[in-house]
């Protein structure tokens, strides 16, 4: 039979065949990156999936061959996916003209090896209103680079965003980074590309130079105009007292999206810009804060000047819940896929992970996650070591073999998270024992325990969930001390859900909709994905259910159903 005619022509075909089966998984595999949107809803699509950012960004300075020694370690730990980290202009083009991307080789090839995927940050132009990473020959040249020049005549560091040489030259070199990138990196480790960094101007509204009056003076650009429905006329005109600030975001967000533009031309992966942030409840003055950049009170510029920039992204070190949760409705729109491109790396920060992905958001990334000798505090953490990588890692864990799963689910179906409300300390809890009346003490027991208690609406389901309360057991909640606890739900059919939770109680209870009807826990399964498949390794039921479902420190990951019925 093996030496029959018939056997060797199989033997071809099914070579043939395998071969045609390699063919489309390889071309499956090198499937452009690219941001989707349906229904509102976002998702992030790598080799042709939704795909979830567990993310690590480095400190700034650590985009050199020999600092990822530094970097990789933590990434590990973490269980992070992806590594956000720097590549500047200086070190790609350091002589006008020549250009050496020998580091994102060598990034590159590292990352494959450890099946990390990559999002590179574009320091160039601006970073935090500065040049420092523009190579010598364009931070030196203020007379062909020009720089923002205030109201009384002095010039600031940052370079203006009308300056024509300086953006020819950030969008040349952009271009040839990108050009390297279609050329080495065909299986897209690089995923996404952030251009500049937290763009916007200290110490000024704007730039007064001559040629920046004279565009000020000038009617608004008709496109803008055309798209945010307005009148024609001069910037004071149309725009009153808010005409300095959006004038200068306007021309930012501009000059922003032609190298993005010109970047996508050569490999068009989803590409972002990231905002230092204002304080939505008390944002003081532009110029006090980063001016220009894409702070809340300008996203309708930015998104009206920056067509080409697929979203803007929060840089959030403000640490209280209200502020952060604030934040996130804000990124959270339509027209804008969240992405936590920054947050701090202090403990405070790690519980914010849960209402990102509450909402729908494609990614978080802690900042400053290498052990290269260097923290940023007080907005990070005050000591860097296994502990402050744990904060993260723990809640990673339990989404890292399931993230496809769950952007699907982000995308296509219904998802939840919220994180512990109360701002509560060791020191805070100290102080208010020492110092209130029995009577005050009473009443702050019930408000907390108020607070302490946030209800979601799942559709047919309400859930329940408060933190700092003994499982077996109806004690109101007390909190953790200090404040860490969150919870993810997920919705997998009309009386089903995925749940996770960390230092919480989640109840399922009937909402108004089934008024009048008993209700019960069908079932629930601790168990997790393998492969896309829910894996149940055991069945809560008992003392596990009865008070709820208590979480601890320890990840556990559930599939509630839920029934009603009635007694007629």
Known sequence: ???????????????????MSFLSLAIQAAELPRLVTKNGKHALMVDGAPFLMLGSQTNNSSNYPAALKDVWPSVEKMHANTLSIPVAWEQVEPQEGKFDFSYVDVLLKEARERDVKVVLLWFATWKNNAPHYAPSWVKLNNERFPRV??????????????????????????????????????????????????????????????????????????????????????????????????FHAYYIAKYCNEITAAG??????????????????????????????????????????GPSIDLIAPDIYFRDHKTVSKILDIYTRPDNALFVAEIGNDQPFARYFF????????????????DTDYTNYPLGAKDYNDQTIEQFAQHYRVIASMMREW?????????????????TTTETQKIWNAEATPAEKEKYAKDKAAQLTQTLDLGLWDAEV?????MFWIAPPEGNIPAAGGALIAQLGENEYLVTAHKARVELKPSAELAGKKYMIERVEEGHYENGKWIMERVWNGDQTDWGMNFTARAHLLKIKMASYTTE
């Open 264 to 305: 996508k031309a050569i490999k068009n992966l989803p590409m972002y810009v990231n905002v230092a942030l204002r304080n939505p409840f008390n944002p003081g003055l532009p110029g006090q804060y980063s001016s220009g950049g894409g702070t809340d009170n300008v996203l309708h510029i930015w998104k009206a000047a």
């Open 1 to 19: 039979m093996a030496n029959t005619p018939f056997f060797k022509s199989s033997l071809r075909w099914l070579g043939l065949l395998s071969g």
């Open 149 to 246: 020049r205030k109201q009384d005549g002095d010039t600031l560091n940052s370079l203006s965003p009308l300056g024509k040489n300086t953006l020819e030259a950030d969008k040349k070199a952009f271009v040839e980074l990108m050009k390297h990138l279609k050329k080495n990196d065909k299986d897209h480790t690089v995923i996404m590309v952030q251009v500049e960094n937290e763009v916007g101007t200290y110490g000024a509204v704007r730039d007064f130079s001559p040629v920046a009056q004279a565009a000020f003076n000038a009617s608004i650009p008709a496109e803008l105009a055309s798209a945010l429905n307005v009148k024609s006329g001069t910037w004071a005109e149309v725009f009153g007292k808010d005409a300095d600030e959006f």
């Open 407 to 423: 952007a699907k689910l982000a995308y296509e179906s219904n998802v939840w998270g919220v994180a512990e409300p109360l701002d």
């Open 355 to 370: 209402p990102t992905l509450g909402k729908g958001g494609i990614g978080f990334s802690p900042f400053g996650m290498d």
């Open 466 to 470: 408060t933190y700092g309360r003994p």
